[in-house]
Structure formats: C-alpha cells, structure tokens
C-alpha cells in the first residue's frame, strides 16, 4: 500500500462510524437472527452476551489497540538485540588481540595455575559469565556497572541512529551492506567449514531426520514459533515497510520471493553452523578415544604402536574379555566415546559459546572471531532497522509530533 493511501482519522467520530460500518453487516441481520432460531430463541442469547464480554470485546479492544501494541513489542525487541549488538562489539574488539583472551583460562591471585572456577567450566564459558557478563551470585545481588559493556551499548545505539537518522532515505542506503556483506562471510565460513576435520560428521547429522521428533509436540509448536520469529510476523515491521511500497507494488510476489529467500538462509546458514558442530564434535569424540587409550598403554602393558584411535574400542573389548580383574581397576575410568552423543550436546543455548570454542581451534583465530562477529554485528543492526522503522513510522503519521524532525525524533 502506498504511503498516500493510509487513511488520516481526523474526525474520532468518523473512526466509530467506519468501525461500525466494517462490522455491522450480513452478520447481525441475517445470520444472527438465524443463530437465535436454531438454538431457542432467547436462551441464545446468555451464551452471546457472556462470548461479547469474555470475547468480543477484549479481541475487538485489542484489534484496534495493536498499532500501539506493536510499536511497544519493537521497543522491547530494540532493547533486547542491541546488548546482543553490545555483546557482538565487545567481542569483536577482543578478537584484535594476539592471543584470543576466551582461549585459556586466567591464572589464580597465587599464580599457582588457572581459576578454579574456569577449570570447571571452560575457559569460554568463563569470558562470557565472568568477563562479559559480569554475573552477580543472584538476582537480588547488584554486580554495579559493567563499564565496558555500557559503552559497547551506547555505541551500538550510536550506530543504530546513524543508520536511521534519515529515515528511509539513510536506512535503505544501509540494508545493502547489513543484507549483502552477511551472506558473503556465510559463504567464506561455509568454505572454511567443509575444510575443518569432521564437517560432514555435522552436516550429514543435520540432514539426518529422527523420525520420532515428528511425535513431539514441541517440535511443531517451535517450528511455527520460528517462521514467526524468522519472518518477523506480528511485530508491525512489515505493516510499517509495506508503507513505503509504490501504489502498485507486486506485494504477492515480495512475499513469496522474500519468504523463501529467508528460510533458505535459515538453512543455509544451518549447514555452516553444522559444519562447525561437526569438527566440534569430532574433536571431541577424537580427544575422549585419545584419552582412553593413554588410559589403555599406562594400565597394561602394550605396545605403543599397537593401540591407536582407531581400534581403541576393539581393545576395550578384548581386555576386558582377556583381564577381566585388571580391566574392571580402570572401568570407572573409561569414557563412553560416542560422535552420536557428541553431536547431540555440542549445541548450546547461547551458539555463540559453541562457534568460538571451535574458531580456537582453527588457524588464524582471530580472521575467524573478527569476521564472524562482523557478521553477527550486521544482522542485528538489520534487525534493529526494522524494528526501528515499526517504531517511527506510526510516530511520524500522528499529526502531534509533526512538527519534530526526523533527527530529533529519531533521537527521542
């Protein structure tokens, strides 16, 4: 729809009458009186009026109600990815130095060898719960001021108004590096990947269906939750894009072109993701086979060369048949070395954990960290143009705020 056919209620009566004139119709005069027929004439009408207070009125309230709704949801969702923008910042601006500082664990106050507490963990999960976030012991207990963090967020917000400051003149200038530069670094990440030790491990595990999840209600109802989230449904970003489109705009056709360009994204950037989950995993796996077979030499007596990783599950096997008593010294030991298992926990709520512990892994670490969160910075600043523009957009059709700028109320 064009920006010149949004209609401008300058009259609050005017508005009542339209809504009016939208919802009385064939409804009321002829299927009504017709409901109330069938089903006994006035005892239709306590269900009715009951429906109109618990139903009616709540969802026609709620209907007239989401503009504003929206442009709430899109403040709250602005809020909630430019820390993950703030985050993208502080990581990237410690991924220049020579050593990645989420590679090793801190040394103890003694000197004496790493945290305790990092050794239990991994020394990724320690940057970020101890030197990003800055985690306090509890929700009741404030942590202060985290000063790096403040200023990665205020820069992050800088940004975002740099971006938007000129509305969609600046904004749609922007999209061409925030759309283009992110499929350009997938696809440097997707070379890289099918190099690494063990990608097809993770790919072919992705490609893999496990039937039974098809049983699983959570799977559904997640897959639907995701084409919401994915295609940014409900949020009135798209209402607000739609706005800007010529008169007679092929909308039809955007949605269809647009709707598969995002899920295939998705996946495409699934099959990235899987190739490092597969070396991942395959580390791993590689790294529990290596233990138990260091395990194996130091506990009977054979020849290096004869145990490898390999047919380390097969000695496993035949010592336990041939020593039995000696064997059953170690088994509290053994590990269950599995790729399987490997591939099922190698996820994390936070993949950004799970991607840097592998970018470690590879050569040149800090091309990888610095270019992956590039990439990270450049979505979520797409993602907060939209968000911005369902925020500003309604902002700017209320009459009251016309006389403000666009760079005043792109501020405010």
């Known amino acids: 729809m064009g920006k010149e056919a949004r209609p401008n209620w300058d009259n609050p009566t005017e508005f009542v009458l339209a809504c009016v004139s939208y919802a009385v119709g064939l409804g009321n005069v002829w299927r009504f009186p017709y409901l109330c027929q069938m089903h006994g004439g006035g005892g239709f009408l306590i269900p009715y009026l009951i429906m109109l207070v618990l139903e009616g009125i709540p969802l026609f309230y709620m209907e007239l109600a989401?503009?504003?709704?929206?442009?709430?949801?899109?403040?709250?969702?602005?809020?909630?990815?430019?820390?993950?923008?703030?985050?993208?910042?502080?990581?990237?601006?410690?991924?220049?130095?020579?050593?990645?500082?989420?590679?090793?664990?801190?040394?103890?106050?003694?000197?004496?060898?790493?945290?305790?507490?990092?050794?239990?963990?991994?020394?990724?999960?320690?940057?970020?719960?101890?030197?990003?976030?800055?985690?306090?012991?509890?929700?009741?207990?404030?942590?202060?001021?985290?000063?790096?963090?403040?200023?990665?967020?205020?820069?992050?917000?800088?940004?975002?108004?740099?971006?938007?400051?000129?509305?969609?003149?600046?904004?749609?200038?922007?999209?061409?590096?925030?759309?283009?530069?992110?499929?350009?670094?997938?696809?440097?990440?997707?070379?890289?990947?099918?190099?690494?030790?063990?990608?097809?491990?993770?790919?072919?595990?992705?490609?893999?269906?496990?039937?039974?999840?098809?049983?699983?209600?959570?799977?559904?109802?997640?897959?639907?939750?995701?084409?919401?989230?994915?295609?940014?449904?409900?949020?009135?970003?798209?209402?607000?894009?739609?706005?800007?489109?010529?008169?007679?705009?092929?909308?039809?056709?955007?949605?269809?072109?647009?709707?598969?360009?995002?899920?295939?994204?998705?996946?495409?950037?699934?099959?990235?993701?899987?190739?490092?989950?597969?070396?991942?995993?395959?580390?791993?796996?590689?790294?529990?086979?290596?233990?138990?077979?260091?395990?194996?030499?130091?506990?009977?007596?054979?020849?290096e060369s004869s145990v490898s990783m390999d047919n380390v599950l097969e000695w496993i096997e035949k010592l336990n048949t041939t020593f039995p008593e000696q064997f059953a010294e170690i088994a509290h030991k053994l590990e269950a070395c599995d790729l399987e298992s490997e591939l099922d926990t190698v996820r994390s709520p936070i993949i950004t954990i799970v991607l840097i512990e592998a970018i470690m892994n590879m050569p040149v670490s800090q091309l990888w960290s610095v270019l992956y969160f590039m990439m990270l910075l450049l979505l979520g600043m797409g993602s907060m143009l939209g968000n911005i523009t369902a925020i500003l957009t309604p902002l700017r059709d209320l009459k009251l705020l016309s006389h403000i700028s666009d760079e005043l109320l792109s501020v405010e």
């Open 66 to 303: 989401i503009g504003l709704a929206s442009v709430v949801t899109s403040l709250y969702l602005c809020l909630y990815y430019n820390i993950i923008n703030a985050w993208s910042f502080w990581y990237l601006f410690h991924s220049f130095q020579p050593v990645l500082p989420w590679a090793e664990c801190p040394i103890n106050a003694n000197r004496t060898g790493p945290i305790e507490e990092c050794k239990k963990a991994t020394s990724t999960q320690y940057f970020f719960y101890r030197e990003t976030l800055d985690i306090s012991s509890s929700i009741e207990v404030n942590g202060g001021m985290h000063t790096g963090q403040a200023l990665c967020l205020l820069l992050a917000w800088v940004i975002t108004y740099l971006f938007i400051v000129r509305g969609v003149k600046s904004s749609g200038k922007v999209v061409y590096l925030t759309a283009i530069f992110p499929y350009v670094v997938l696809i440097i990440y997707l070379i890289r990947g099918f190099t690494l030790h063990g990608a097809f491990n993770g790919v072919a595990y992705m490609f893999t269906p496990k039937l039974e999840q098809l049983t699983n209600l959570n799977t559904w109802i997640n897959a639907a939750t995701q084409i919401f989230f994915s295609l940014g449904l409900g949020f009135g970003t798209l209402i607000a894009f739609a706005s800007y489109n010529q008169y007679n705009n092929n909308f039809e056709r955007q949605a269809i072109v647009v709707s598969f360009i995002n899920c295939g994204t998705s996946i495409f950037a699934s099959i990235v993701t899987f190739s490092i989950y597969g070396f991942k995993a395959t580390v791993n796996y590689e790294n529990c086979l290596e233990r138990t077979r260091l395990l194996l030499l130091n506990t009977f007596n054979l020849a």
